[in-house]
């Protein structure tokens, strides 16, 4: 598929072929235990840096297989002409009506050059009841049929899944008054946590910023030695099989773990505590009312 | 793929990547005088296998991975050592980068063979030297993964990305012929490592992208034609088990792909199917009801696909919990009488134990937290799902990661203990809702995981649920690593399986590591093991590099 990707995107002028070495430093998402998602946004807790949308947007259409890429522009021009000419019978969003839901439509998935939806939407379909829309150019039933590939695109690829910028539930004061009761003997809401509302704006980004706020910085550690002495240092690497440390006169030192005792102190305890008490209700009020602390 | 495209597809790559192919075509020309390697169809077994051969993904038909074989053994695990290694070159995975071994090497007749994604290697199994190598030119489909071939006779079965069922010659890599078996554009896709039950070649499917049903189908070994399909849901209202769905729309549109390889008693004549997860994906709103038969274990009748029984392990399911975990087949005494039973890890997090004669319930239990998404079970030992851990809008957190309790990598159960072994990631997820709308459509949402997360090997008591040992790999949290790929388990005393970008060895009694060594990546598929002249070698695949390891290398 490589070859005929390239090629298509070249054409498209979306990727040309420089590009690709790019695409191909990214690796799977994860090796082995698991299945890789495509949930850009909620990877990184953060919205990514708008420059690097277009890209990771590729990944997903191209691994999942999704074909060309819908034209953007003619998709624009077709939603109002679909909205006027086909959304009383299609449904809004083409999902159905008291005609059949076109996103789901084995003719329009088949349908790469946009000739059989033009050809229904000049012929229509008598049996069904569907009349002929001889009124519309070519142009036109080319802009709908984009408009359709487009609403595939938005459903089947996952990787363009936005979560919601504003909250549907949650209750300011009883937030307030459960971080008073459960928050409040570590974090303060002028101190450390002052503006968390502006630099987590996204609620989906709060809110698992308060679940588990893991920093993916260097790691503090003690390691008891062999010989029985403690050093503290960064965590350079630890697993089951070896731990190195890097001490503050710049020296790492390597242990078979088994060997050593490895103190990591442990700053989420009072998170981990609260992980298996939080209703919804919970966490929605908290990130309802740390919202509000700009 | 006709050899004119074949060598088309070759040149394209040496102009890329230099004239390494050309060296494998020239291999290839010479493997082509060499008889093509034959599994006798005896070597296909409920609980065993030839030492000389892996027939099968699991090796046997039961799915336990455990391999009587014990040269390598508690005492000598130390001196295992690399006695070749395979790294794939010049083949890049479209969106997605350097390739990840996930199938199970099939050995027959002293050739490996094994896949990624519209590739099929076979490989010396004695010096690890390529004989052919198959390069399918996709056109669209989901290249998330390939699990392996599937060999019947000579013939070698592989399924590609876009739906292509293909029958390759075993000795020369060279096509015979090709069927379409699923629809890629509307988002099908074909990973499995097909399954030989007599002479019906068993293939899944997968692909929940676009709310299609799934199905498992049954092929001729020679002609590749249809013998028998099943679907994953009721066909039409009014069949049994349409009652769990609201409408004819919501039903053929409702998923559970087939997308692992199952298992075969064939005393019983049974093949037992996980199924994928519910369509749309995160959103349950137009599909009310529990939605059979997705998320389920099916038992079918291989030579007709009639269902004999079920086991739905997640009703309901608006988490993206595919029920596909090899439900793995063994025989036990219970209260003196004996027993032939099936138990799963399920990605849901629950641990499952049936009656595999009548899918009668015996153990439901979570096995990494409290599985919160349920309140208890139903009379058929089904958990409950609770409505108030749907995804919603604003999240719903879950004390399942987000890629579930667990996930594809091979489990495996060992007589000698009486344990089941799952590699498990524990920890808590947020559920999001994204389309309210309903109608919704595709995954309709998604989940965040990585919350306190941790990545353990689990043995479970297959007799009560009980979690009998854990070791929780020290890596594995937030920064990744961790237990990877599936698990091997010996009659050597032996349990091999991933962690930290390692093979290593556990004593399966209690989870105390006996011995590891160092990968280029994560080991990435489930490790499997065979003796060669009279040399056990175990195999373990880690990203692009197939890696062969025996006593002290030789």
Sequence with gaps: MTRTRAILLSVTGLLCFSALPDALHLAPVLVGAQEPEYHPQQLTQQAPPPARRPRRRMDSHTALGLGRLPDAEAAKRGEPLYNQNCLACHGEGARGGIGPNLVRSVLVLHDDDDSEIAKVIRGGRPQAGMPPFTELTEQQQHDIAEYLHQLVELAANRGLYKGSETMTSGNVDKGKAFFAANCASCHSVTGDLAGIGTKYSQPSALIMRIAWPADHGPVTATVTTPAGQKVTGTLEHYDDFETTLKTDDGKTSTWSTDSVHVEVPDKLAGHRALLPRYSDDNLHDLTRYLLTIK | ?554
Aim: aromatic content about 10%; some cysteine; hydrophobic content about 35%.
């Design chain 2, 1 to 554: 793929m006709t050899p004119k495209t074949l060598l088309t597809s070759r040149t394209l790559r040496t102009a890329l990547f230099g004239a390494l192919t050309a060296a494998s075509l020239s291999i290839a020309a010479f493997a082509q005088e060499a008889p093509s390697p034959s599994l006798d169809p005896k070597a296909l077994t409920l609980f065993s296998k030839p030492a000389d051969v892996w027939p099968t993904y699991n090796g046997d038909y039961s799915g336990r991975r455990y391999i009587s074989l014990d040269q390598v053994n508690q005492k000598n695990v130390a001196d295992l050592k690399v006695k070749w290694k395979y790294k794939i070159e010049g083949v890049t995975i479209r969106g997605s980068g350097n390739p990840t071994i996930k199938s199970t090497p099939l050995m027959v007749g002293g050739v490996l063979y094994f896949t990624v994604p519209d590739h099929v290697f076979a490989v010396d199994a004695r010096t690890g030297k390529e004989r052919w190598h198959y390069d399918f030119e996709d056109h669209g489909g989901h290249v998330l993964g390939q699990r392996g071939v599937g060999m019947y006779g000579k013939w070698i079965y592989f399924l590609t990305p876009d739906g292509w069922f293909i029958s390759l010659d075993s000795g020369t890599g060279k096509e015979r012929w090709r069927k379409k078996v699923a629809d890629e554009k509307l988002q099908y896709f074909t990973t499995m490592a097909a399954v030989i039950v007599k002479n019906h070649i068993i293939i899944g499917v997968g692909g929940d992208a676009m709310d299609v049903r799934g199905y498992l189908e049954s092929r001729n070994p020679e002609t590749g034609e249809l013998q028998w399909r099943w679907w994953s849901e009721p066909r039409k209202m009014g069949d049994p088990g349409s009652e769990t769905w609201p409408t004819q729309a919501a039903m053929d549109h409702g998923g559970g792909m087939t997308w692992m390889p199952g298992t075969y008693d064939p005393e019983l004549n049974l093949i037992y199917w996980g199924t994928g997860n519910t369509n749309p994906v995160y959103a349950g709103q137009s599909r009310k009801g529990a939605n059979l038969y997705t998320d389920s274990i099916v038992a079918l009748d291989p030579d007709s696909g009639k269902m004999k029984w079920y086991f739905q392990g997640s009703p309901h399911d608006t988490h993206d919990w595919d029920n596909v975990e090899t439900p793995i087949l063994f025989d036990t005494t219970i209260d003196g009488k004996p027993r032939k039973l099936l138990a799963q890890a399920a990605r849901c997090g629950y641990f499952f134990v049936l009656d595999r004669e009548t899918g009668k319930n015996l153990v439901s239990k979570p096995f990494t937290l409290t599985a919160n998404w349920s309140m208890g079970l139903d009379k058929r030992g089904q958990p409950i799902p609770n409505p108030d851990k749907d995804p919603k809008v604003d999240g719903s957190m879950v004390d399942v990661p987000a890629n579930g309790a667990t996930n594809w990598p091979a489990p495996s159960y060992s007589p000698q203990t009486g344990l089941f072994y799952v590699n498990a990631s524990e920890g808590y997820s947020i559920a999001w809702l994204y389309d309210t709308s309903k109608d919704p459509q595709g995954y309709a949402g998604g989940a965040s995981g990585r919350i306190d997360s941790k990545s353990s090997l689990i043995a479970l008591d297959t007799k009560t649920g009980d979690v009998r040992w854990k070791h929780v790999a020290k890596s594995g949290g937030e920064e990744g690593g961790g237990m990877t790929g599936g698990i091997l388990t010996t009659s050597g005393g032996l349990l091999f399986t991933g962690d930290s970008n390692r093979l290593a060895a556990f004593d399966p009694a209690n989870g105390k590591i006996l011995w590891s060594s160092k990968l280029e990546s994560a080991v990435s598929n489930g490790p499997s093991t065979w003796e060669l002249d009279g040399t056990q070698n175990v195999i373990v695949g880690a990203g692009d590099t197939l890696y062969s390891f025996t006593l002290d290398g030789k």
